[in-house]
């Protein structure tokens, strides 16, 4: 099925452990996005990537970093997780000419 | 940055009623789109409207981009409707990153 795939669903990482949320698209989509729900707070954007090889900064880049390895695929990279960082996480995607998002299902991190 | 006002945060319906979301927004917009996050925490894109009118089965949107907002219509709720409707904009030369609105929480009781 075309869309936005997420990896893992869920997640329980310990204080200063590290992991890397995975997010792949097959809809040849240019842009993608990393954005993070937390309740009350609706979705803040973390980082986001408008082609293959170039990322940028959002609202919330701090404690995190990105890859955009290739146009299918944008991950998360988490290298000291803080219980701050407890979250549901979203990756989405979208092409110029029509910036309509698709959203992947969510990771939800919880930080112990 | 630009600011995202969505009102009200909370609406209970009875199953046939109308609705109208609104939401505000605080600058010039090149991007905007109307997302539903059913109660599993999916989120599914129901317009992208910078501008207009849209209309899709029982939801239509308006964005007056002049006056800075924009509201999604709801006929006939039903109880699927029930969820989170958010409002996300892009603001001029940066139009493709979004700022969300905190969202309206729809409850429509059977």
């Known amino acids: 099925n075309a869309g936005v795939t997420q990896t893992p669903k869920f997640q329980v990482l310990k204080t200063g452990q590290s992991m890397t949320l995975q997010c792949a698209q097959d809809m040849n989509h240019n842009s993608m996005y990393w954005y993070r729900q937390d309740p009350g707070m609706g979705l803040r954007l973390i980082y986001y990537s408008a082609s293959e090889g170039t990322t940028d900064k959002g609202e919330v880049p701090n404690g995190y970093n990105v890859s955009r390895l290739n146009k299918r695929e944008f991950s998360l990279r988490l290298e000291s997780a803080a219980p701050s960082q407890t979250s549901v996480y979203f990756c989405a995607s979208s092409t110029q000419g029509y910036y309509g998002y698709t959203f992947g299902s969510g990771t939800r991190l919880t930080v112990v | 940055g630009i600011q995202v006002e969505q009102s009200p945060p909370d609406l209970i319906l009875q199953e046939g009623a109308n609705s109208t979301l609104r939401c505000n927004f605080s600058?010039?917009?090149?991007?905007l789109q109307w997302f539903h996050q059913n109660p599993w925490g999916q989120l599914i894109n129901l317009f992208y409207i910078p501008s207009g009118t849209k209309q899709n089965g029982r939801l239509s949107a308006t964005t007056v981009a002049t006056e800075r907002y924009s509201l999604l219509y709801i006929s006939s709720s039903q109880t699927t409707d029930s969820g989170v409707y958010f409002c996300a904009v892009g603001a001029q030369g940066g139009s493709e990153k979004l700022v969300f609105g905190k969202g309206t929480k729809l409850t429509v009781n059977p």
């Open positions: 600058d010039s917009v090149n991007n």
